[in-house]
Protein backbone atom coordinates (compact mmCIF):
# COMPACT_ATOMS: atom_id res chain seq x y z
CA UNK A 1 0.00 0.00 0.00
CA UNK A 2 2.95 2.13 0.63
CA UNK A 3 3.84 2.49 -2.80
CA UNK A 4 0.25 4.31 -3.79
CA UNK A 5 0.94 7.13 -1.61
CA UNK A 6 3.06 10.13 -2.82
CA UNK A 7 6.91 10.27 -1.41
CA UNK A 8 7.70 13.05 0.71
CA UNK A 9 10.60 14.92 1.04
CA UNK A 10 12.31 15.53 4.44
CA UNK A 11 11.45 19.63 4.11
CA UNK A 12 7.98 19.04 3.23
CA UNK A 13 7.44 18.18 6.51
CA UNK A 14 10.55 20.00 8.36
CA UNK A 15 9.58 22.56 11.29
CA UNK A 16 11.49 24.57 13.93
CA UNK A 17 9.89 25.20 17.37
CA UNK A 18 10.81 28.05 19.58
CA UNK A 19 10.12 28.76 23.48
CA UNK A 20 11.37 30.37 26.19
CA UNK A 21 12.26 28.36 29.79
CA UNK A 22 10.77 29.05 33.06
CA UNK A 23 11.59 28.63 36.71
CA UNK A 24 8.70 25.93 37.04
CA UNK A 25 10.83 24.06 34.62
CA UNK A 26 14.26 24.42 37.11
CA UNK A 27 16.01 21.57 39.05
CA UNK A 28 17.41 22.41 42.03
CA UNK A 29 20.70 23.15 40.25
CA UNK A 30 18.70 25.60 38.40
CA UNK A 31 19.07 24.27 35.09
CA UNK A 32 15.71 23.20 33.07
CA UNK A 33 14.80 19.15 33.59
CA UNK A 34 16.10 16.84 30.79
CA UNK A 35 12.59 15.76 31.00
CA UNK A 36 11.53 19.41 30.04
CA UNK A 37 13.98 19.28 27.21
CA UNK A 38 12.52 15.89 26.12
CA UNK A 39 9.19 17.03 26.11
CA UNK A 40 9.93 19.67 23.56
CA UNK A 41 11.81 17.73 20.98
CA UNK A 42 9.10 15.07 21.16
CA UNK A 43 6.33 17.80 21.14
CA UNK A 44 8.56 19.06 17.56
CA UNK A 45 9.10 15.69 16.74
CA UNK A 46 5.27 15.07 17.18
CA UNK A 47 4.24 17.58 14.86
CA UNK A 48 6.71 16.21 11.79
CA UNK A 49 5.68 12.95 11.71
CA UNK A 50 1.42 14.27 11.76
CA UNK A 51 2.92 15.85 8.76
CA UNK A 52 4.85 13.76 6.80
CA UNK A 53 1.93 10.92 7.75
CA UNK A 54 -0.43 12.85 7.25
CA UNK A 55 -2.88 12.37 10.25
CA UNK A 56 -1.93 10.74 13.47
CA UNK A 57 1.54 9.57 14.80
CA UNK A 58 2.23 8.28 18.14
CA UNK A 59 5.74 8.26 20.07
CA UNK A 60 6.71 4.18 19.99
CA UNK A 61 10.48 5.42 21.07
CA UNK A 62 13.17 7.70 21.97
CA UNK A 63 15.83 5.68 20.12
CA UNK A 64 18.50 7.90 21.51
CA UNK A 65 18.58 11.36 23.69
CA UNK A 66 22.27 13.38 23.95
CA UNK A 67 22.51 16.27 26.72
CA UNK A 68 25.27 17.95 25.58
CA UNK A 69 25.27 21.02 27.87
CA UNK A 70 23.03 22.22 29.94
CA UNK A 71 19.94 24.65 29.36
CA UNK A 72 19.40 27.58 32.05
CA UNK A 73 16.33 29.51 33.24
CA UNK A 74 15.46 32.15 30.73
CA UNK A 75 17.02 30.56 27.67
CA UNK A 76 15.24 30.58 24.27
CA UNK A 77 15.34 27.30 23.32
CA UNK A 78 14.90 26.29 19.45
CA UNK A 79 14.35 22.64 18.05
CA UNK A 80 14.57 21.72 14.44
CA UNK A 81 13.03 18.31 13.80
CA UNK A 82 13.03 15.76 10.13
CA UNK A 83 11.90 13.01 9.31
CA UNK A 84 15.50 10.92 8.90
CA UNK A 85 13.68 7.48 7.91
CA UNK A 86 10.44 6.05 7.05
CA UNK A 87 9.35 2.42 7.34
CA UNK A 88 5.69 1.07 6.38
CA UNK A 89 4.15 2.32 9.26
CA UNK A 90 7.21 4.08 11.04
CA UNK A 91 8.94 7.10 10.92
CA UNK A 92 12.29 7.95 12.18
CA UNK A 93 12.27 11.76 13.61
CA UNK A 94 15.75 13.29 14.42
CA UNK A 95 15.31 16.74 16.42
CA UNK A 96 18.37 19.57 17.18
CA UNK A 97 18.14 21.41 19.70
CA UNK A 98 20.05 24.78 20.57
CA UNK A 99 19.86 27.68 22.96
CA UNK A 100 20.59 31.41 23.20
CA UNK A 101 20.42 33.67 26.32
CA UNK A 102 16.77 35.43 25.86
CA UNK A 103 18.66 38.76 26.79
CA UNK A 104 21.44 38.62 25.05
CA UNK A 105 21.66 37.62 20.79
CA UNK A 106 24.68 35.75 21.22
CA UNK A 107 25.72 32.48 18.73
CA UNK A 108 22.92 29.30 19.06
CA UNK A 109 24.36 26.74 21.05
CA UNK A 110 23.83 23.19 20.31
CA UNK A 111 22.86 21.12 23.66
CA UNK A 112 21.21 18.50 22.30
CA UNK A 113 20.32 16.11 19.66
CA UNK A 114 17.27 13.47 20.08
CA UNK A 115 15.99 10.65 17.64
CA UNK A 116 12.02 9.49 17.68
CA UNK A 117 10.12 6.72 16.32
CA UNK A 118 6.82 7.27 15.49
CA UNK A 119 4.44 5.36 14.28
CA UNK A 120 1.13 6.55 12.57
CA UNK A 121 -2.08 5.60 13.22
CA UNK A 122 -5.30 5.23 12.10
CA UNK A 123 -8.83 5.96 13.95
CA UNK A 124 -9.00 2.46 15.96
CA UNK A 125 -5.56 3.14 17.18
CA UNK A 126 -3.98 0.49 14.43
CA UNK A 127 -0.25 1.03 12.64
CA UNK A 128 -1.22 2.67 9.08
CA UNK A 129 0.70 2.74 5.77
CA UNK A 130 2.56 6.17 5.75
CA UNK A 131 3.83 8.06 2.27
CA UNK A 132 8.03 6.89 1.41
CA UNK A 133 10.72 9.50 1.95
CA UNK A 134 12.49 11.02 -0.86
CA UNK A 135 15.68 12.31 0.28
CA UNK A 136 16.82 15.81 -1.69
CA UNK A 137 20.43 16.34 -0.56
CA UNK A 138 23.40 14.75 0.79
CA UNK A 139 22.89 15.72 4.46
CA UNK A 140 19.46 13.89 3.85
CA UNK A 141 20.84 10.65 2.51
CA UNK A 142 23.21 10.43 5.49
CA UNK A 143 20.46 10.62 8.03
CA UNK A 144 18.65 8.32 6.61
CA UNK A 145 21.77 5.47 6.38
CA UNK A 146 22.60 6.75 9.74
CA UNK A 147 18.83 6.05 10.47
CA UNK A 148 18.57 2.48 8.97
CA UNK A 149 22.05 1.66 11.32
CA UNK A 150 19.61 2.69 14.87
CA UNK A 151 17.07 0.55 13.72
CA UNK A 152 19.16 -2.48 12.79
CA UNK A 153 20.86 -1.56 16.39
CA UNK A 154 17.40 -1.55 17.88
CA UNK A 155 15.73 -4.72 16.36
CA UNK A 156 19.28 -6.62 17.11
CA UNK A 157 19.24 -5.32 20.50
CA UNK A 158 15.40 -6.22 20.93
CA UNK A 159 15.99 -9.78 19.38
CA UNK A 160 18.89 -10.56 21.93
CA UNK A 161 16.88 -9.47 24.90
CA UNK A 162 14.21 -11.87 23.87
CA UNK A 163 16.37 -14.96 22.91
CA UNK A 164 17.97 -13.70 26.49
CA UNK A 165 14.50 -14.62 28.27
CA UNK A 166 13.63 -17.49 25.82
CA UNK A 167 16.93 -18.97 27.14
CA UNK A 168 18.22 -19.27 23.24
CA UNK A 169 20.59 -16.68 23.56
CA UNK A 170 24.05 -15.33 24.71
CA UNK A 171 22.35 -12.49 27.26
CA UNK A 172 21.67 -13.53 30.43
CA UNK A 173 17.47 -13.82 31.04
Do not use: C
Not at 10 to 38: C, D, F, K, M
Not at 128 to 143: G, M, N, S, Y
Amino acid sequence: MTELLPARTPSYSRIELATVTSRAQANLLGNIHGGEIVKLADSAAGVVAQRHGEGPAVTAALDEMAFLEPVRVGDIVRTYAQVNWVGRSSMEVGVRIETQPWDAATEWRHVGSAYFVFVAIDGAGAARAVPPLRPETDADRRRAREAEIRRSHRLARREEIEAGRRGTGTAAG
